[in-house]
């Protein structure tokens, strides 16, 4: 998709912003909601509502991808660990929401820096635990990657075994 069918497309989702943070604020006090999905939603809220984030909300149309991303990250999460039918009964915008927050989580990486995206995906902690619709959708690379150490290569001696590392100290008989 080209960056301006991209950017479209993400005005046209950012149109659901305000219904989003709604359907946040629903799914933040009904009791039918893990107390973990909750306390998720509480944070997405509080980072939709407050200005100053990794990009600031002042800023036109950049300032509100991030919001509307970790927004549906949480949605999708929720849909990947219980039942999409309570987040449809709290949504109140036009079109599917599941269909939308997919969109979003889609999209709006390709818009903001890779950097974020990535800080954003691990808050929310995306696993393999449900039907994958959160990894799928987000299309998640994990932020940091353990390597394991290497050994250091042992030289063989001149009897064929696996000798000491050769010292950097003269031999007396060559000196």
Not at 89 to 102: C, K, P, Q, S, T
Not at 138 to 160: A, N, T
């Amino acid at each position: 998709m080209a960056k301006a069918q991209l950017k479209s497309r993400m005005k046209n989702l950012l149109m659901f912003l305000p219904n989003m943070i709604m359907l946040t604020a629903r799914l933040m006090v009904d009791s039918r909601v893990p107390r973990t999905e909750r306390a998720l939603f509480a944070g997405a809220l509080i980072y939709a509502l407050i200005p100053f984030d990794f990009i600031p909300d002042m800023i036109p149309f950049v300032g509100q991808i991030d919001d509307l991303f970790l927004i549906s990250l949480t949605v999708l999460r929720l849909i990947d660990r219980t039942d999409d039918r309570v987040v449809r009964e709290h949504w109140r915008g036009g079109g599917d929401i599941v269909a939308l927050a997919e969109s979003a989580a889609t999209v709006a990486p390709l818009l903001i820096p890779r950097r974020i995206s990535r800080v954003l995906i691990s808050k929310v902690k995306p696993t393999a635990e449900g039907t994958g619709i959160l990894v799928n959708a987000s299309k998640f690379e994990p932020l940091l990657v353990e390597v394991p150490e290497r050994q250091p290569i042992q030289k063989p001696d001149r009897k064929g075994g696996l000798g000491e590392k050769p010292s950097k100290q003269r031999d007396s008989k060559s000196a």
